[in-house]
């Protein structure tokens, strides 16, 4: 069990400019859920897949955030067209099973949109 | 739908004396409830979790966590603080799909 990685662990880009976030769960989880965190708040959550198939997505997923998992293994978040309010943390997380099964979390990436 | 409150967003404790940091949720079916603990630049750790086995559930670093019904609480405890536990504390609850909502948190500092 290696945990769950993301890549890059800062990224720092200008408004206007678009980003790419990865995320690779742990091996065996069929599971993978997005949160994004600002300063002093709670995860809030973007998205999940199962496997390959997006589940669920937040209403707080705009058109300029779109998440994929090719091949049910690894996943990219991409933000085009960043704006300032896009600066946070974005957590990824995955899990193997029902709903009692813990999330893992990565270390997260942080977002600065200058 | 399903949410969670964490009641206080700091708390001091001095080191050795017991840590409290509320929880309460509200869930339309029997809820499966998790505390994470969140260091600084880092992601999220689970500490325990209940999933209806038993109300008292122990975690990890001598935490633990009583699930209360009536009171819709699922309260973080640990009787005696250490320095190294000064972090943030998330209590969260399952929905259907295995999703996390979590609460607002709670910063714990540890007193000398």
């Known amino acids: 069990d290696t945990g769950v990685s993301q890549d890059p662990r800062h990224k720092i880009t200008k408004r206007g400019q678009n980003v790419t976030f990865r995320c690779d769960p742990i091996?065996?989880?069929?599971?993978l859920y997005w949160y994004r965190q600002t300063l002093g708040q709670g995860p809030e959550f973007l998205t999940y897949?199962?496997?390959?198939?997006?589940?669920?997505k937040s209403r707080l997923l705009s058109d300029r955030f779109s998440a994929e998992r090719p091949k049910g293994s690894f996943s990219t978040l991409e933000i085009q067209r960043t704006e300032q309010g896009d600066s946070a943390m974005y957590l990824c997380a995955s899990s193997y099973g029902p709903g009692d099964s813990p999330l893992h979390f990565g270390n997260g990436t942080r977002l600065t949109v200058t | 739908a399903q949410s969670v409150t964490q009641l206080g967003s700091h708390v001091s404790v001095s080191e050795g004396a017991l840590v409290l940091l509320r929880c309460n949720y509200s869930s339309s079916v029997p809820p499966y409830l998790f505390w994470y603990v969140q260091y600084p630049n880092q992601g999220l750790q689970l500490l325990l979790k209940?999933?209806?086995?038993?109300?008292l559930v122990k975690g990890i670093n001598d935490f633990e966590a009583e699930f209360k019904k009536s009171e819709t609480s699922f309260h973080l405890t640990k009787p005696s603080a250490h320095m190294s536990d000064a972090a943030e504390y998330f209590c969260a609850v399952s929905t259907e799909g295995g999703k996390l909502i979590f609460g607002q948190g709670t910063e714990l500092s540890v007193k000398p």
């Open positions: 897949f199962q496997n390959e198939a997006q589940l669920e």
């Open positions: 091996s065996e989880h069929n599971r």
């Open positions: 209940y999933t209806s086995a038993a109300t």
